[in-house]
């Protein structure tokens, strides 16, 4: 059976903070007038991939994000999501962050989960990953789940990371599934999300502003943890998580 995760319930509205009560501000443009302002921006490397002797860890380092993906007990994850605040900068932002954001009774990701009736949010057990592929910088995976109810397909290439979920017996793509971002209960000042609304999510760390693009799929609070994080869920069995504008 799933690994079961106790829902608590918690009232919020969903164009706030989840970590520190802060509101995102517009950014204002700035001019000299008579004087155009230019940036070069550094070439962006190529991206690397690398797999454990296992085979039951991928870790994606592109020009935009990194990406650590980690099967655990049949548990998949991205344990570590980092990316750039700009062309060149280095991965430093966190979108999910394992060292910082876990505790000892609660281990930090971005977790594969389904929501069963009368019993809450629950990580999809997996089989070991198959049909891998390390193109040119990317990464492309496929793998079921345990029971044969789902198999997903995924995708990572320098600004994107492309996941569908499929009917394994059809072919047809399935929406019973979701990412949710899941942080041991006591970080929750520490998490740097300001806004979340369905197409992204703003954080800022440092003084420096930075988002996640989301589509297709969307993003929504998940008020049946604590604390609440964000959960994304499929459009027509597939999200796409964006991180080069």
């Known amino acids: 059976m799933c690994s079961r995760f106790l829902p608590l319930a918690v ?38 991939v690398s797999v454990s002797d296992d085979g039951h860890r991928f870790l994606f380092d592109g020009p935009y994000y990194s990406a650590d993906l980690v099967w655990n007990e049949g548990q998949v994850s991205f344990c570590d999501m980092h990316i750039c605040h700009g062309p060149g900068s280095p991965k430093d932002l966190p979108v999910m962050d394992s060292k910082l ?38 990464l492309s995976l496929e793998w079921d789940d345990q029971y044969g109810y789902r198999s997903f397909r995924m995708k990572m290439d320098d600004g994107t990371v492309n996941i569908e979920g499929y009917d394994p017996a059809s072919g047809q793509p399935i929406d019973n599934w979701f990412l ?36 297709p799929g969307k993003a929504a609070l998940n008020t049946e943890d604590t604390p609440p994080v964000f959960n994304i869920y499929p459009e027509n069995g597939v999200i796409t998580l964006i991180f080069k504008d």
């Open 101 to 138: 954001w876990s505790g000892p009774q609660r281990q930090a990701g971005i977790y594969f989960m389904e929501s069963i009736p009368g019993v809450g949010l629950n990580i999809i057990k997996c089989k070991d990953p198959r049909n891998e592929d390390k193109g040119e910088g990317s």
């Open 11 to 48: 009232a919020i509205a969903a164009a706030v903070s989840c970590g520190r009560g802060r509101a995102v501000a517009a950014a204002e443009e700035t001019s000299v007038p008579g004087k155009i302002q230019t940036e070069e921006a550094a070439p962006a490397a190529p991206a690397t």
């Open 180 to 215: 949710s971002l899941v942080t041991a209960r006591e970080k929750g000042n520490d998490l740097p999300f300001t806004v979340i609304v369905p197409e992204r999510v703003n954080s800022i760390v440092g003084g420096r502003e930075y988002h996640l693009g989301i589509g």
